[in-house]
């Protein structure tokens, strides 16, 4: 029987894609034509690391901290939990702890109602400090968020960035969750090799898993 087809949660990278602002926009261009060289085209692109959907390392806000080629693969391979928080107004552990996290692994939280990737929001909602502790009680690596960050887009603090990490919960950013209904999934979130590099852009997607089972559901 064929396996269930992926479900992309990756922001698609294009001219009109949200960034931060201040930072480097993304942009794909051809640095030749296949007339010009008579056998290929080649592209370039400019981004920031931070651009659509991608993951956090430690590094981005710690100097002394590991960078994205640092960490070990398999966070970012594996059994992942989508829960649908959008009717909050602010994620605490006291909130978090009524919805079903043992064997989660990977959690990955709807926080809006739909994603808008060419649309940088004004405010996202917040998640507590409080959260790390709960999560590592409840062997969660990887914690994802539909918003560019898991702080406010103000902070200066970077708390619950920093929570995360000393909690060993890692953090993959601008997911897009409109297409994968909460339940378990596998999760494959893979960053590029980048050495040294502070995050680096993901192609995300996931493929439901059979309820209770942890196997990969069967069509």
Not at 173 to 189: F, K, M, S
Request: glycine content about 6%; proline content about 8%.
């Amino acid at each position: 029987m064929m396996q269930k087809q992926w479900i992309d949660i990756s922001q698609p990278l294009n001219s009109r894609i949200a960034h931060w602002p201040g930072d480097v926009p993304f942009s794909y261009s051809l640095s030749v034509t296949k007339e010009q060289t008579g056998s290929v085209n080649i592209g370039t692109i400019t981004t920031s690391l931070h651009t659509g959907t991608h993951v956090d390392a430690p590094f981005h806000f710690d100097s002394k901290a590991p960078s994205v080629l640092d960490l070990d693969v398999s966070i970012f391979i594996g059994k992942a939990r989508v829960i649908d928080v959008s009717h909050l107004q602010e994620i605490n552990a006291e909130q978090m702890a009524a919805f079903p996290l043992e064997g989660a692994e990977r959690l990955l939280l709807k926080t809006a109602s739909a994603s808008s990737p060419e649309l940088f929001p004004d405010k996202v909602t917040p998640l507590s400090t409080g959260l790390a502790p709960l999560f590592k009680e409840h062997n969660i690596c990887l914690i994802g968020v539909d918003v560019p960050s898991v702080d406010v887009p103000d902070s200066k603090e970077m708390a619950v960035h920093h929570a995360f990490y000393q909690h060993g919960v890692h953090i993959l950013e601008n997911i897009v969750l409109d297409h994968a209904p909460p339940g378990d999934y596998q999760l494959i979130a893979l960053p590029l090799p980048l050495e040294g590099a502070d995050g680096s852009p993901v192609r995300a997607v996931l493929r439901p898993l059979e309820e209770g089972t942890g196997k990969e559901e069967a069509s």
